[in-house]
């Protein structure tokens, strides 16, 4: 046997026993991801009042108190403001149901939250909970946040959003990333009204044992599903339709232990995107996002159909994405890993598996340390044990763009069996150290 032939043989060999180990890992994590179970009573709004708010908000109450159970909205359409979930309640919209978030900032008092990975208090989420356990949002109805560019959106500001007449975050954010990266306490980081950091529509912080399962969301004014520090969390079934400004469809961040199956994702950013805090914020609270499984989902626009950061700071590790369908000309890449040297981190186990990619705007697949800040800090990144497999893709810029720092290579990316079609560009590889191709075909042609 000659060495190419024994090295291609102990590759593959190497990569079989990764699958089998990755497929270990995976039903040991779905042994632990149960969904929340509830009482059998119902508490209907209709019976709480005519207000819509007032009414939610007292049979989220009556329902707490009885000991949990479900909070059901019947068919029709309803506005409200923000809605705080308790344990052991389920809030269910029955088909037909439309639930209508106010646009009025004076109904979002403050709360404890984050926002682009950095602790605050801000405007509270359109559906909050914090420190709650056994939640869920189900059924088959509507969230509306009714954003649009005369409500929340503007306030990004830049040249696609900006509205004139209306203020803009950039002022408010310089602020926050200031005092984050000062460690000033959270208490004194005080947003919300008369400021312009938008809110995220669903965010359960510091909670266990959640479930989204089935609802449509629109029109978010931030990030749609953004779980926090959270434990077990189920997100399945769900539909987010939302284009508008930093509308990523499901961003869990420094959570543990998270499944997201058969959802559509059609954002204007991310359509899911992989967190765990930024900067000296993320070192702070130093909470890793780890054991996701991502699978039977369909991605179409978007700028990543799975992302990992860039608010990344608290590392990441093992994550599964597999049997997923990404396709859009308007979808930029199908896998992202954005980091740089001031977010830093660990992003390590990542396995991307029987993925069919249409095509996207820019790369297949790529990790990029050049995010925003690029090389500009202390903090190297660490991006290692990175598996793609089985994964095609028919039209593309680049199938493979991958960019680490001479300073800290991304080290050991495997690509197996893996075909891409109709790549615009030759492969980018910077700073790549235990790269291995087998079975891959680029436009045709093994490499």
């Not at 109450?61 to 029709?76: I, K, L, S």
């Not at 005369?150 to 005092?179: C, I, S, V, Y």
């Not at 790549?423 to 680029?442: C, F, M, Q, W």
Request: glycine residues 8%; charged residues 25%; hydrophobic residues 35%.
């Amino acid at each position: 046997m000659n060495r190419r032939a024994f090295l291609a043989g102990a590759t593959a060999t190497l990569l079989a026993r990764g699958e089998e180990s990755a497929d270990a890992q995976q039903k040991a994590i779905l042994a632990r991801i149960r969904p929340p179970k509830f009482p059998n009573r119902d508490f209907d709004i209709t019976k709480f009042g005519s207000n819509a708010s007032e009414a939610i908000r007292k049979a989220i109450d009556a329902c707490a108190q009885a000991g949990g159970g479900r909070v059901v909205v019947p068919p029709g359409e309803y506005l409200t403001g923000p809605i705080h979930l308790k344990s052991r309640v389920e809030l269910h919209l029955a088909e037909g149901a439309v639930l209508r978030f106010s646009r009025d900032p004076k109904d979002y008092p403050n709360v404890f939250t984050r926002w682009e990975g950095m602790e605050c208090m801000n405007f509270s989420p359109l559906i909050y909970a914090f420190e709650q356990s056994d939640i869920a949002i189900t059924g088959k109805g509507t969230l509306d946040g009714q954003s649009d560019r005369e409500h929340w959106w503007a306030w990004k500001g830049n040249a696609k959003w900006k509205t004139a007449g209306f203020p803009t975050q950039d002022k408010d954010r310089e602020t926050l990333f200031a005092m984050a990266e000062k460690n000033v306490p959270v208490s004194e980081r005080v947003f919300g009204l008369g400021h312009y950091l938008r809110p995220q529509f669903l965010q359960p912080y510091r909670s266990n044992n959640i479930l989204i399962e089935d609802i449509t969301i629109r029109n978010s004014p931030m990030w749609e599903i953004h779980p926090v520090l959270c434990r077990n969390v189920t997100v399945r079934n769900v539909k987010i339709d939302s284009h508008g400004p930093n509308n990523d469809g499901c961003d869990p961040e420094s959570c543990t232990g998270v499944l997201v199956e058969g959802c559509t994702f059609d954002t204007g950013d991310d359509c899911i995107a992989i967190k765990s805090g930024r900067n000296a914020d993320g070192r702070r609270v130093a909470a890793p996002c780890e054991n996701l499984i991502i699978r039977n989902c369909i991605m179409k626009d978007g700028h990543g159909g799975v992302a990992v950061g860039s608010e990344i700071s608290g590392g990441v590790r093992n994550v599964f994405i597999s049997d997923c369908k990404m396709s859009s000309p308007n979808l930029e890449r199908a896998l992202r890993i954005k980091t740089n040297a001031q977010r830093g981190g660990v992003m390590e186990n990542i396995w991307f598996q029987n993925v069919t990619i249409g095509e996207v705007a820019t790369d297949a697949i790529q990790i990029d340390f050049y995010y925003e800040e690029a090389d500009k800090g202390p903090f190297k990144p660490v991006v290692r044990n990175i598996n793609i497999s089985d994964v095609t893709c028919q039209k593309s810029n680049d199938a493979l763009s991958l960019r680490g720092f001479a300073s800290s290579p991304i080290r050991d990316v495997h690509v197996a069996r893996c075909t891409f079609n109709n790549a615009a560009r030759a492969n980018v590889i910077e700073h790549v150290e235990g790269l291995e191709l087998k079975d891959v075909t680029i436009n045709g042609k093994k490499v």
